[in-house]
């Protein structure tokens, strides 16, 4: 007997108290709880996720299309950034001001070689009001997860209102599982030592939100 | 302390020893404190936390109900989006199959993401046995293995080490395992965390495999989720070419949509945060993101018996928030590592004994660490009623009864001799000792009565001579329940 034989059989013979005709669609799940909290407007919407990213210490910066790329050459050149990471499908126009080196992640650069470069600019896949969470999902204008992991400052790029919900359940909504996600809520941070919060263990330190609207 | 659990003392020897150092639990009650307090105020800000909660609990009611489908379903998904599963019914099989998939690769070197399921199968030993170096990559997780410790908490695992000690092992142990500590490092946490930052980057830029374990399982897309707070997790997820996940088959939940709820209760719950700094969500591989080579192995190791127990099962909705830590006064005195698992708190108490049996004087000592407070049941974001659960497990430890070990049903013998009812009755004289718990004890102690027999037979007659010690409150059971649970159902 495989071992996965071992285990399923294990499974159900300590599921003998379960009636034999039950189906798992009879063990009933109350979903009377909110699909969202309260009722906003969009420009509510936006003012609510810019308030919680900057209570979890992003910096957060709102424009219109005409100004983010004078915006995103102002915040790499204050970060002192000389090479900046791009995704592929980055829209090129955020970066016609931008002096630092435009490294493109190819899939034959190393971590190493990542780690050398001071910033990332990406795009989002939608962000949730409620909790300040942007979510990534490695699309053509995000890229590969690590490319907004390695570097030590990451500039995302939402557009509002389009890509705000205000709640969890209506991202997971929108959101493929079939693609890589990733779910950010302010810089890294610990409170390893003694509860006290520090910024920036692993993941970039520096998270700056740029709220585009169109 | 010598990285292992084995021939740790009883709890009620570990506990009395552990509460005579006054810094321990000082560290313990400034954290404990600390995070209950923030944990109120997030859960607060949800005026449906109690309709979420009856969601989480009626979910994974659902899913142990009918684990056979789901985890064929969840096996069925994880092979469909290019990932390999592997089952192993103990610890010594997990540890077998991930020794032998990291063999396979050609690496000896591995990086780690904070995983209680390797913890309990004692993963890093066996892969040191198989000549395998595992970096354990979470801050508090290196602060523990760089001291040749034992986590201690769910969340926080290096919470019984303050700040000097934690320069002191890093000065003292990185150079071992790597780029050393800077000379001049100082106590400050910001470069303490620095220091670690720094020593763990040359182990996540070179490193060809990453463990980890998950904190969901979605059988019907095949998605695994890490929830984490540091990037550590990110890194070992994302940079590895061979990616292993070591995940408890209670794990898996059936619908993408159930995360919906598990998204909201878990970070609330654990870290008081909206939302923790990063979730990661993958499903197999994808091109050109991430491990090219994914293996998913799915633990039982006491699990399956545990589900045979009705009463027991629902220690398996358990999602490792620690919020029933933070609030348990006898956590509180007694600290973690007396519990000799690697789950601490209440949910170790109820679920270590189940997992391993109680055939050790420890494990058969647990369901005694509590003072039935109930403080525990009502955090609990999955509303698993450890209380019920702890009266249950001591009625088996004194009575015996039918139980299932490794899959074999059998009956238990009750306690032999008094050795079980001494070290039962010191832990449970031991919470009673203490004043704080024992006002909060006195509000179940009627409820206890209530379902054990008034008098033992036999061996177990030393119990119930001592068992009324504790002075019982006027309010009955009933009384009892009406007030706090009915008040909570009609919310
Ligand atoms: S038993 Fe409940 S409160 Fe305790 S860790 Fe598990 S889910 Fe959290």
Known sequence: ?214 | MSGTYLGMPAFPAAAASSTQDARLRGNLRHATHTIRDKRAKAVAELDDWARLRAAGAAVKDRTLRHLDHYLEQLEESVTAAGGQVHWAADAAEANAIVARLVRETGEREVVKVKSMATQETGLNRALAEAGISAYETDLAELIVQLGDDLPSHILVPAIHRNRGEIRDIFREQMARWGRPAPDDLSDAPAALAEAARLHLREKFLTAKVGISGANFMVADTGTLVVVESEGNGRMCLTLPETLISVVGIEKVVPTWQDLEIFLQLLPRSSTAERMNPYTSMWTGTTDGDGPRTFHLVLLDNGRTDTLADTVGRQALRCIRCSACLNVCPVYERAGGHAYGSAYPGPIGAILTPQLRGTASELDASLPYASSLCGACYEVCPVAIDIPEVLVHLRERVVQGGRVTRRGVKTVLKPAKGHAAERAAMRAAGFAFDHPGALRAGQRLAARTRRLHPRRLPGPGRAWTDTRDLPPVPAESFRDWWRRTRGEERAK
């Open chain 1, 1 to 214: 007997m495989s071992s996965r034989d071992v285990v399923l059989a294990r499974v159900r013979r300590a599921l003998a108290d379960v009636p034999r005709g039950e189906g798992y669609e009879d063990v009933p799940v109350p979903r009377d709880y909110l699909r969202v909290h309260g009722s906003r407007t969009p420009e509510e919407r936006v003012a609510l996720l810019a308030e919680r990213l900057a209570e979890y210490r992003a910096l957060v910066h709102h424009c219109a299309e005409d100004e983010v790329h004078m915006l995103v050459m102002r915040l790499l050149a204050e970060h002192g950034t000389q090479h900046v990471l791009v995704p592929p499908g980055l829209d090129p126009s955020w970066m016609a001001a931008a002096d630092p080196v435009r490294i493109h992640d190819r899939a034959a650069s190393t971590a190493r070689e990542l780690d050398a470069v001071g910033s990332v600019v990406t795009g989002c896949a939608v962000a949730i009001a409620e909790t300040g969470t942007i979510v990534l999902d490695g699309s053509p204008d995000q890229g590969r997860r690590r490319i907004s992991l390695v570097p030590d400052h990451h500039i995302c790029v939402v557009r509002v209102p389009d890509q705000v919900v205000d709640s969890v359940p209506e991202a997971l909504e929108r959101l493929d599982p079939v693609r890589p996600l990733t779910w950010i809520s302010g810089p890294s941070a610990t409170s390893d030592i003694e509860l006290d919060r520090v910024e920036g263990v692993h993941g970039p330190r520096k998270l700056e939100v740029v709220l585009l609207s169109e």
